[in-house]
């Protein structure tokens, strides 16, 4: 089993930055893509970004490409999640999740490790 605890989130006004953290026990995560999700309230789960297994390549939601950096350090056991330029619209509780491939992939079924999540809300 694999226990995924996020950290980071709080409340920032538009504009600002976040820095979202998974720490992961249990078994590793270094052979694994990791990935985070946001769910807004009233809206489905949506892929944010993605990070193969050795951090040498990455994947991007078209909404958040150009302000959202996600990073891994595998000695560690962790992955985060860099947010920049954050918007109103990024307000979601926001998951990290370990994937069953080796490469970024932004179909939800293929992580079955979830963490609890960690809210974002960013303030116009």
């Known amino acids: 089993q694999v226990q995924l605890v996020e950290s980071g989130g709080g409340l920032v006004q538009a504009g600002g930055s976040l820095r979202l953290s998974c720490a992961a026990s249990?078994?590793?995560?270094?052979?694994?893509?990791m990935g985070w999700f946001r769910q807004a309230p009233g809206k489905e789960r949506e892929f944010v970004a993605a990070i193969n297994w050795s951090g040498g390549s990455s994947s991007y939601a078209d909404s958040v490409k150009g302000r959202f950096s996600i990073s891994r350090d595998n000695a560690k056991n962790t992955v985060a999640l860099q947010m920049n330029s954050l918007k109103p619209e990024d307000t979601a509780v926001y998951y990290c999740?370990?994937?069953?491939?080796?490469?970024?992939?932004?179909?939800?079924?293929?992580?079955?490790?979830w963490g609890q999540g960690t809210q974002v809300t960013v303030s116009s």
């Open positions: 999740a370990r994937s069953v491939l080796m490469d970024p992939v932004r179909v939800g079924a293929s992580y079955p490790y």
């Open positions: 249990g078994r590793t995560i270094s052979s694994y893509a």
